[in-house]
């Protein structure tokens, strides 16, 4: 039978891990991330639309904005999040490995745990926000766990060939979508309007998502693709081991964010009503393919930003911004919880109703996103430092490991 994982004693050998290195890129990567999944989300909210949810008429500050988002935000944080959430999947059932647990019941608890993270995904998804990816991330979690967990590294270098051959379509991609770019056609993106973000009463918006939810939940299952990649990246302990894997780290970066910006450039200047393009949606396509590789590329990046602080800080979690971020990483179920309440409260047409009064909606959602992810930041860093957990991370833990004994 093939191994699944590298045992403890194959980890022990390669030499001590210093834990500093070991915590700090993933849970950095997913506190600052969260800026770009608010940001976006918030964006779509306050236009009531999905990608690309930003001003479809853009002049000065909203054309530079649209720019900006399309290039670096939009489509590009999620796919860093399925990286880490496969990154974990093969760090949860390490531990439980560790703790003495078989192979088997390693299995059967991740398989417990996503199956609560579909249950919070159908409650948040019906209660406050149509475009929840939990659930997704709680089958994703279910088939990862079944198919892909307890195989061999032989098997796992397939998703590292797969990855090469969606390059080779990304550049194919480019080489049609580039010459269609153009200055005479002047049509800027219209997004699909999402009825339960326009909806008058929260009865109606209700029944609206639960048809959008669905429907969307579905449509980005795929990200599996993506999950596998963090796997593979897990099972090699490249975050845990930044100095190890540095020159894997400063090619996943470059050819990551390379191929990420690269793909978006065309969607981000049609966006910014600088450019026009008579081929739509295959330009769009071709953005959603650069975020996908600017998923992996920004966690390259945060480990290699890891490895810079580990090398020049004593203790870098001990320092206001850093510690702060990996306070919310550490919470970052709680604080995306947290975004969709800010929404809900602050952006409805039948709550606090901002846009409908609010004279510039561009600026409006960049203010919101960011007050919020800052309020979710200082949360979390008083949660540091009094010990407690998310109360997500809390209450899932309970539910998928049992109260502690």
Request: glycine share 10%; with cysteine.
């Amino acid at each position: 039978m093939s191994q699944t994982l590298p045992p403890p004693a194959a980890h022990a050998a390669r030499g001590p891990v210093r834990a500093r290195e070991r915590a700090l890129a993933p849970d950095l990567a997913r506190g600052f991330m969260l800026l770009f999944i608010a940001l976006a989300n918030a964006g779509g909210v306050v236009f009531a639309a999905t990608e690309p949810a930003i001003e479809p008429t853009p002049h000065g500050f909203e054309s530079v904005v649209n720019f900006g988002m399309m290039m670096f935000v939009s489509g590009h944080a999620y796919p860093m999040f399925a990286v880490m959430f496969g990154y974990g999947l093969v760090q949860m059932s390490r531990r439980q490995r560790e703790a003495g647990a078989s192979t088997a019941a390693a299995r059967d608890t991740l398989v417990r745990r996503n199956a609560w993270l579909i249950a919070f995904g159908a409650v948040h998804a019906v209660l406050l926000y149509f475009g929840d990816f939990l659930a997704a991330y709680g089958l994703v979690g279910i088939i990862a766990a079944c198919l892909l967990l307890n195989r061999g590294d032989k098997f796992h270098r397939v998703i590292v060939w797969l990855w090469g051959l969606v390059l080779v379509e990304a550049a194919v991609f480019m080489a049609l979508v580039y010459p269609s770019l153009s200055t005479d056609f002047g049509a800027t993106p219209k997004p699909a309007r999402v009825d339960s973000l326009a909806a008058t009463s929260y009865g109606e918006s209700l029944v609206d998502r639960l048809a959008e939810w669905p429907l969307h939940t579905a449509s980005v299952l795929g990200f599996i693709f993506i999950v596998w990649l963090g796997m593979w990246a897990a099972r090699r302990r490249v975050l845990e081991e930044p100095a190890r894997h540095r020159p894997l780290l400063i090619g996943a970066t470059v050819v990551g964010l390379g191929v990420g910006f690269l793909g978006s450039l065309p969607q981000a200047l049609v966006s910014a009503g600088a450019l026009s393009t008579d081929n739509a949606d295959l330009t769009l396509l071709l953005h959603n393919l650069g975020g996908m590789y600017s998923g992996p590329g920004y966690v390259a990046a945060f480990g290699l930003i890891a490895l810079w602080l580990t090398k020049n800080r004593a203790a870098p979690t001990d320092t206001l911004i850093t510690g702060s971020l990996v306070a919310l990483g550490r919470r970052s179920l709680s604080g995306y919880l947290f975004q969709s309440v800010s929404w809900f409260v602050l952006l409805l047409p039948f709550t606090f109703a901002m846009p409908q009064w609010f004279g510039n909606k561009t600026l409006l959602y960049l203010l919101v996103a960011t007050a919020t992810w800052l309020a979710t930041v200082v949360t979390a860093a008083a949660l540091q430092r009094r010990g407690h957990p998310g109360p997500a991370e809390a209450l899932l833990r309970r539910l998928a490991y049992g109260p502690r004994r």
